[in-house]
T-cell receptor
């Protein structure tokens, strides 16, 4: 099984619908992130969480919300999807532990969302 | 705010040859991490190599090495003996040491093609 699992992998929806993208991890990492990837723009941070009680906005949080249900689960919601939210969404995790893997992000396989 | 610039949207290399991908960044911090991530057509984000800014020695991982020039704020990736499987998008990324912001900042990417 993958260390970071995203569901769904692909989703097509209509404008105005509520969408939830889910992320779960088995790495035991305390930090979790949601990124959005658009062609030619790289990856941009939507939200991040350093632990269950810590949620922070990233560069492009407007139109999105998140929930950290447990250390291993971090979901991203689009309350009312619009076409310019069509993108590839990545969940990632990391640990601040002082070892060779500290601060290295582990990514999920991505969720491709199309809003019609 | 920190920024990461990849000035080469696309690059091409002949199989078995060497190619260098460029990355520059802007920061006022002295302690930070730099990364190269690879994204093949499968869209999975894969860590290629990581460099801590306090280390003068350039990081290497098998056929992948970096040229880290801290004063020039340059972090290029050299791929030796290029293989067909190296064809992918490559992203340069920056992270403040301590990660209080938690934000891995990405460049816009370089698409690498490998010709047989």
């Amino acid at each position: 099984d993958a260390d970071v699992t995203q569901t769904p992998r692909n989703r097509i929806t209509k404008t105005g619908k509520r969408i939830m993208l889910e992320c779960s991890q088995t790495k035991g990492h305390d930090r979790m992130y949601w990124y959005r990837q658009d062609p030619g723009l790289g990856l941009r941070l939507i939200y991040y969480s350093f632990d269950v009680k810590d949620i922070n906005k990233g560069e492009i949080s407007d139109g999105y919300s998140v929930s950290r249900q447990a250390q291993a689960k971090f979901s991203l919601s689009l309350e009312s999807a619009i076409p310019n939210q069509t993108a590839l969404y990545f969940c990632a995790t990391s640990s601040a532990a002082a070892n060779s893997g500290a601060n290295v992000l582990t990514f999920g396989a991505g969720s491709r969302l199309t809003v019609l | 705010a920190q920024t990461v610039t990849q000035s080469q949207p696309e690059m091409s290399v002949q199989e078995a040859e060497t190619v260098t991908l460029s990355c520059t960044y802007d920061t006022s911090e002295s302690d930070y991490y730099l990364f190269w991530y690879k994204q093949p057509p499968s869209r999975q984000m894969i860590l290629v190599i990581r460099q801590e800014a306090y280390k003068q020695q350039n990081a290497t991982e098998n056929r992948f090495s970096v040229n880290f020039q801290k004063a020039a704020k340059s972090f290029s990736l050299k791929i030796s003996d290029s293989q067909l499987g190296d064809a992918a998008m490559y992203f340069c990324a920056y992270l403040n040491y301590g990660g209080s912001q938690g934000n891995l900042i990405f460049g816009k990417g370089t698409k690498l093609s490998v010709k047989p």
